[in-house]
């Protein structure tokens, strides 16, 4: 995607109808109002800077908010693209200020320090996120065969029509979840012994899928990151008949900026 | 389509495409530094829609999702097969990927708006979102 337009909005004099749409936080040297990255709309991502700290952003007609598949997706693809070239810190998907003034204001001069300090720590690093699914047949399974009870009742309910046996239906679900539960501690155990190491901070999300094995974001050091896939590969090998392991990234550090 | 797009090797590490549309919405969702509300012109109602969608994890639906999930494994007593057969059908037959379907409609009616022909103009060869999980490595 290129630019479509060669001539630039002057973010501090924009007519009413605009507004500034904010990607994220980077270090006043990025250069990349210099490139021919494009954001929502397909507009120029620019750079409102306040002593060391910018803001990336792109300008958006008012009256359209954000919301839109193509918008989460342009939204994540200009933090990447930050992130694959110096530290950024995300803000949150859809917001949009009236001004460049406001920018400066409400985003960089009241939290300089802190969002210098967050790039800082962000410099030299990736986020990626981990990812497991368990391989839902192999697990019931287990489950069934561990669990005499779970063994009755699902012979008791699973011929029965849909609705009937509630109480015993609402029991078996109950002892499922919370066996896979405790699979998920031990297999999400074995992966983080695996790869501590060689990360700088993680960052668990939920999942309530059957499948969910684990989700995490880790932080990793550039020159880790060998390291780090390497233990990721051969975890994935060891657990690959009952577990899929998934690694995204790298990333923008959306789970390392608080909140 | 695959969502592996570069297995080293033969590795069993997947490493899925970036910027699909489901992990998009899974990883960026509700993540970043706020601005206040005050302040800000928009920010989509968002937030709202993912705790809905977390709130389900101990309620009886998620145990009756749970028990619905095993009482349609196939296990030996029918067909005389065995763990390790059951567990190749999984690949074959998709059987059991519907659970969790609550929560990614949730997230689905976040962003499935306006633009869904839109989206499908400009990459037609794209599944729809909620057939991602099921693709096969």
Redesign the interface.
């Known amino acids: 995607m290129t630019a479509t337009t060669t001539v630039e909005p002057d973010l501090d004099a924009l007519p009413e109808h605009l507004?500034i749409y904010?990607y994220?936080?980077v270090e006043t040297a990025s250069e990349v109002d210099r490139t021919d990255l494009v954001g929502l709309d397909d507009a120029r991502v620019l750079l409102v800077a306040s002593g060391d700290v910018a803001a990336a952003v792109g300008v958006v007609a008012?009256e359209r908010?954000?919301?839109?598949?193509?918008d989460?997706?342009a939204?994540?693809?200009v933090?990447?693209a930050l992130a694959a070239t110096g530290p950024v810190?995300?803000?949150?998907?859809?917001?949009?200020?009236?001004s460049a003034a406001?920018v400066r204001a409400?985003?960089l001069e009241s939290r300089e320090e802190d969002l210098l300090a967050m790039l800082g720590d962000l410099s030299g690093r990736q986020q990626f996120?981990v990812r497991g699914?368990y391989?839902?047949?192999?697990v019931?399974?287990e489950?069934?065969?561990e669990d005499p009870e779970?063994a009755v009742?699902?012979e008791r309910?699973?011929d029965l029509p849909e609705g009937a046996a509630h109480g015993d239906?609402?029991r078996?679900?109950?002892l499922?979840?919370h066996a896979?539960e405790a699979k998920r501690e031990q297999d999400a155990a074995v992966v983080m012994d695996a790869v501590l190491p060689h990360v700088v901070s993680c960052a668990p999300r939920?999942g309530?899928?059957?499948?969910?094995m684990m989700?995490v974001a880790f932080l990793v050091d550039e020159d880790r990151r060998d390291a780090f896939?390497e233990a990721?590969?051969a975890v994935?090998?060891a657990m690959?008949?009952r577990v899929?392991?998934?690694?995204?990234?790298p990333?923008a550090p959306?789970?390392f900026?608080?909140? | 389509m695959s969502?592996t797009s570069q297995r080293?090797g033969g590795?069993?590490?997947?490493?899925?495409a970036?910027?699909g549309?489901a992990?998009?919405?899974?990883?960026?969702?509700?993540?970043?530094?706020?601005?206040?509300a005050y302040?800000?012109?928009?920010?989509?109602g968002?937030e709202l829609l993912t705790i809905d969608?977390?709130i389900?994890?101990?309620s009886?639906d998620?145990?009756?999702?749970?028990?619905?999930?095993?009482?349609r494994?196939d296990?030996y007593e029918k067909g005389g097969k065995d763990?390790t057969e059951?567990?190749g059908?999984?690949q074959e037959s998709g059987?059991?990927?519907k659970?969790?379907g609550a929560?990614k409609g949730a997230k689905k009616a976040?962003?499935?708006?306006?633009?869904?022909e839109?989206?499908e103009s400009r990459r037609p060869a794209k599944r729809p979102a909620r057939s991602r999980?099921s693709s096969r490595?």
Do not use: C, W
Request: charged fraction near 25%.
């Open positions: 507004g904010v994220g936080v008012l908010p954000p919301g839109r598949k193509r989460l997706v939204h994540s693809s933090l990447d810190v995300p803000v949150q998907f859809g917001t949009v200020l009236l406001d409400e985003l996120t699914r391989n839902e047949h192999a019931l399974a489950v069934v065969a779970v009742l699902r309910t699973r239906r609402v078996l679900g109950e499922v979840a896979l939920d309530a899928s059957v499948d969910h989700e896939e990721l590969e994935a090998e690959h008949e899929r392991l998934q690694l995204l990234g990333m959306y789970d900026v608080g909140q | 969502v080293r590795g069993y590490l997947e490493r899925p970036p910027s549309l992990d998009v919405v899974e990883v960026i969702l509700d993540k970043g530094i706020v601005i206040d302040v800000r012109v928009s920010l989509v968002i969608a977390r389900v994890i101990a009886v998620t145990y009756l999702r749970f028990a619905e999930a095993t009482n494994l296990l763990l059951a567990v059908d999984l059987a059991g990927r659970v969790g929560i976040i962003t499935g708006g306006d633009d869904d839109d989206e999980r490595e």
